[in-house]
C-alpha cells in the first residue's frame, strides 16, 4: 500500500476510493493500510470542521478530541461564524481538498475554503446557493453522507476512505498545536510549583560591542483609537456631553442615546426639545428648543460624568444660538453649577436675533468640583434655539482651541512615541461600509463635520479630528500614520450598506466598497495624504489644511490601508487599486499593508502572500496573546526574511484571564521587546493596544492608560512602553548570556537586550527577568572599556499581580572593565552607560 501512495495511486474501497496523500507515508506495517475519516460539524454550527475515523465504519473515534481543523469567519461574532453540514472533498486532479459549507442559519450564505493538507487552510469565499457550482470540483473524489455516532453524539457528515497517515497527520497536527497552547497558558500564579527549589541564578552577559547592526529609531510608538472614550469625553477637552445633540439611538445598544442625552431643564417652567428645522449645518441637523414660560428655567448639560472644575482656571464657553420667530430674546446667564446647584463660575451672552450666531464667553471656577454641570438660564421668556453648546478648559495641551487634554496630552507626550496610529483599529474601518471612517467628515468647522457611529457602542463628534491629530502629531514630535480602510469594513461587521440588503452583503467584508465607487474611495485616499503634504496654495486639500490654521505641511511620511483584514478577494481587489493608486502618486509614502488579526493563520499567510507578491514596504501585524506566547516566541521575528516587507506590529498586548494589567504583563511584553529590539531591523514599529480607557466606560482591557475626569492612571505596561521608548537606541549588539541554570524554562525568562543611542553616545542595556529568584549577572561589553563610566539604572518590579508599580531610578558609578547587576525577581531593568565612557 505505501508503494501505491507513493505513486499516488487510487483505487477502491467502500465508498469508492482511497484518497491519496500529499507527502510520502510514514512507513509503519501494523496499521491499517485506509480507515474511514468521516468530518463533520457541531448540528447548532458552533464548531469548525472536525474529524472522526474509523478502522472498520463501526466503531469511530473523534480526532484529536473534536479540534477544529478550520473555522468559519463570516460575520460577527457572537451572531455569525457559525459553521453547518461541512461537505469536505478532494479533488481529484491536484489532491487539494475542498470543504463547502452553511455559514448562516438561514442557509442563504455558505463558504468555500481549500487546503492542500487538512491542516492549513487558504482564504474563505463566501457565496449563495446559486453560485454553489462554482465551487463544487468536477473531479471530487466520492463521499458518503452518513451519521455515525462520535463520542456518544450522533452526528452527521461525510465518509471518505483515507491512508491511515492521514488521521496520523492531522492527530499530531492538533496535539502540537494543544502542546503549544498549554506553553501559552503558563502564567506567573503557577511560578511557586513551576520553580518550587529554584535557587537564584548565575548569569554572565557578554554584549558584543564591536558588532553592531543598524536598527529602526521608531521602535515604539503609540496607537489611538476612539475606543473606551479615548476622544470624545477622553483626550478631547470637551466638556460638554452631546453638544451637537446628534446622539442617536443607532450610536449604540447599551444606552439611552438621544438628541437630548446628557441635557435637561431645571427651575422654573420651562420644556427642551429637539427640532431640525433650518439647521446651522446639514451634518448637524438637531439642535435644543428651549421653550421657557417663566424666567428661571435653565437648559443644564451633564458632561461626560460631570464636568470636572479646577479652582481659578478659566473655560471658554461657545455655542450657536437664537430666538424663534415672535420670540424677544435677551441675556442668557451662562453658569457653573456645583453637585449642590451652586453657582462656581457665570457669564452671560446675548441671544436677540432669529438667525443663528455664535456666542462666546469666559467663564472662572471658583471652586474645584468633581461633576458640575453647565447651566443656559435665559432672562426673558421666549423661545431659544441652542447648538454646538461647548465648554472647554483654556488649559488645553500647549494652549491649543479645540484642544486636548492637558493632563492627558502631557501623559502621552511623556511616552515620547516615535509615531502616532490613528484613528484605529476597528474604528478605522468601520462596521460596515457606511460606517467607514471618512476623514474629510473630521475636519473643518466643528459645526460642519459630520458626527459617526462609533462602532465600539458610543457617538464620535470627531471634534478630535484629522486636522486635531496631525497637530498632535506634530506638537509631540511624533510621526503620523494614518490608517485607512482597504476599501472594506470589519470583518466582524453586521450592518447592512447602501448599495446591499441581503445577507451575504450585511456581514463582515463582503459588503466592500462597490467597485463603481471604489475611484471615488481611491481618491478620498489621495486627498488625505495632500491634505497632510499638499501646497497650501496651489492644492485644494493643502488649501484646506492652512484653512485649518497649518499652512506648513505636515510632512506624512507613512500609511496604512487596511486593518487586520480578511485576506480575500474582496479585500485583495480593493487593496491593490489603493495600493497602486498611493504608490503612483506619493511613492516618497511608505504603505503599510495589512496581514490579519493573529500572528498566524489564514489571513496571516495569505496577507503575507500578497504583501509579497506586491512588494509592500510594510505589513501591520496584530497579535493579543497571553504572557505565555511572548514567553515562548521570543524567536517569532528571527525566522523572518529581510528581504521582504518590513513589520509594523500595530496592535499587541499580554492578555491574562480577567484581563488585568499588571507587572506580570509588562515583564512579559518587556521580554519580548529584548526580542523584537534583536529585530528591529526587520521590525521597524511597534504600538502596544489599546491606549487609553476611561474607568466606568471601557470595552476592552487591558489598557495602557486608564483615567477619569480628574486623574490619570498608569499601568505597569505604560512604564515598559515609557522605558523601552526613552532608552531606544539605533545599533544593536549581539549578546552572549551563559547561566548556571539550563532550564528551558529558566532560559526563556530572562531577556537582554543592549543598543547604542548615537544622538547621546550611551549604551543602553534592558535586562528583563520574569523569574521569581534573582539573577545576578555579571555585564561586560566586549570591547569597551566601562571603567570609571558613569550609569543609571532604572527599576521596575514587585510581585506579578501588582497592579501599582512605578520604576525606580538610581545613578552608579562603574569601576573595572564590567559590572555586577543583581535583577531583582520579576524585574525590567534599563542600564544607562553614560558619556563618560572611556574607549
Ligand atoms: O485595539 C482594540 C481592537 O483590537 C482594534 O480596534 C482592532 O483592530 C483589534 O481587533
Redo the contacts with the bound molecule.
Sequence with gaps: MNRLVRLGFVFGLMTGAVLPLQAETDKVTNVPDSVSLFSYARADGQSGLRFAWSPDGKQWLSVADGYDYVKCDFGPWGREKKMFAPHLWQNTSDGSWHCVWTATRSGKVLAHAASPDLLKWGAQSYFTEADRQKYESASAFPTKAVQVTVDGKQADGWMQRVPYAVVEQLTRYAEHKKYRQQLYDERAEQDPVRFAGLKPVTASVEVHASDGKAISDHLIGI?F?D?NYAADGGLYAELVQNRDFEYSPKDGSHQRWNSDYAWSVAGGEGSLSVATDAPIHENNPHYAVLDIKQAGAALQNDGFDGIALKKGEKYDFSCFARIAAGSKGGKVEVSLLDENGKTVGTASVKVTSTKWKTQKAVLVAKADVAAAKLALRPEEAGTYHFDMVSLFPQHTFKGRKNGLRADLAQTLADLHPRFVRFP????AHGDGIDNIYDWKGSIGPLEARKPLRNLWGYHQTRGLGYFEYFQFCEDIGAEPVPVVAAGVPCQNSGTCSHHSKDELGCNGQQGGIPMDEMPAYVQDVLDLIEYANGDARKTEWGRKRAEAGHPEPFHLKYIGIG??DLITEVFEERFTMIYNAVREKYPEVTVIGTVG?FYEGTDYDEGWKLATRLEVPMVDE?Y?VAPGWFIHNQDYYDRYDRHKSKVYLG?YAAHLPGRPSNLETALSEALYLTAVERNADVVTMTSY??LLAKEGHTQ?RPDLIYFNNGEVKLTPDYYTQQLFRQNAGNEYFASTIRLDNQQDAVRKRIGVSAVKDAVTGDYIVKLVNMLPVEVTSQVKLDGISLDGSKAQKTVLTGRPADEHVCPVTESFDIQGEDFVYTLPAYSLTVIRIGQTLKK
Aim: include cysteine; glycine fraction near 12%.
Design positions: 496607537f483609537e475606543i484605529g483599529g476597528c474604528v486593518n487586520e488579526p496584530h493579543y496592535e493596544a489599546p476592552w
